[in-house]
Nanobody, 120 residues
Framework: QLQASGGGLVQPGGSLRLSCVASGFTLDYYAIGWFRQAPGKEREWVSC????????DYADSVKGRFAISRDNAKNTVYLQMNSLKIEDTAVYYCAADQRCGSRPSKYDYWGQGTLVTVSS
């Protein structure tokens, strides 16, 4: 089971850090992806971190502003979001799979989502 948390209301230009905690299994062996879904839109891939080497990848829309990291000792993956924009508003989900990928259907395990609202 994955649990995403850390969402909230933030002003444009602000920062938030999302957490994805695993229970019942060890995150070490999984790639973790972050996705987001805004109202009326399809689920969109945001970022991913691989299991072994910790390689990271980002959607162009968040590159340079978001940073994904993992702390295997805490069984947690983080998504640090800086310079937030209104268009970053969405429900953010974390998901686990053997390898990174941008297609939601590829991922076997999903968290319940945490709402990020960027508004002045």
């Amino acid at each position: 089971q994955l649990q995403a948390s850390g969402g909230g209301l933030v002003q444009p230009g602000g920062s938030l850090r999302l957490s994805c905690v695993a229970s019942g299994f060890t995150l070490d062996y999984y790639a973790i992806g972050w996705f987001r879904q805004a109202p009326g839109k399809e689920r969109e891939w945001v970022s991913c971190i691989s299991s072994s080497l910790g390689n990271t990848d980002y959607a162009d829309s968040v590159k340079g502003r978001f940073a994904i990291s993992r702390d295997n000792a805490k069984n947690t993956v983080y998504l640090q979001m800086n310079s937030l924009k209104i268009e970053d508003t969405a429900v953010y989900y974390c998901a686990a799979d053997q390898r990174c990928g941008s297609r939601p259907s590829k991922y076997d395990y999903w968290g319940q989502g945490t709402l990020v609202t960027v508004s002045s």
